[in-house]
């Protein structure tokens, strides 16, 4: 029964390794495809993220400013819905 239950409890950290390594990626590729970033807080954003995963990612993705394109796209799926 021990053993189960180890094995429960190193899957489910397994599992949620790898959904904040796949979170902590997708943090590093939005902040270096971002348009409206200069140099200067790109590379401050990638050191932030990059010594802080988790915290870092989760700021970044928290105060990140919704770009004009992703607008429209929310308001048109909004406005789809509910017709």
């Known amino acids: 029964m021990l053993v189960a239950l180890g094995g429960f ?3 489910g950290w397994g599992i949620l390794g790898i959904l904040i390594l796949a979170l902590w990626i ?13 140099r200067g807080h790109r590379a401050a954003w990638i050191l932030i993220v990059v010594l802080l995963p988790v915290v ?12 004009p394109d992703e607008r429209e796209q929310i308001v048109a799926a909004h406005s789809r819905r509910h017709r």
């Open 9 to 11: 409890w190193f899957l």
């Open 26 to 38: 997708v943090g590093i590729v939005d902040i270096t495809k971002r348009p409206d970033l200069d």
């Open 56 to 67: 870092g990612t989760i700021l970044y993705l928290a105060m990140r400013p919704t770009l």
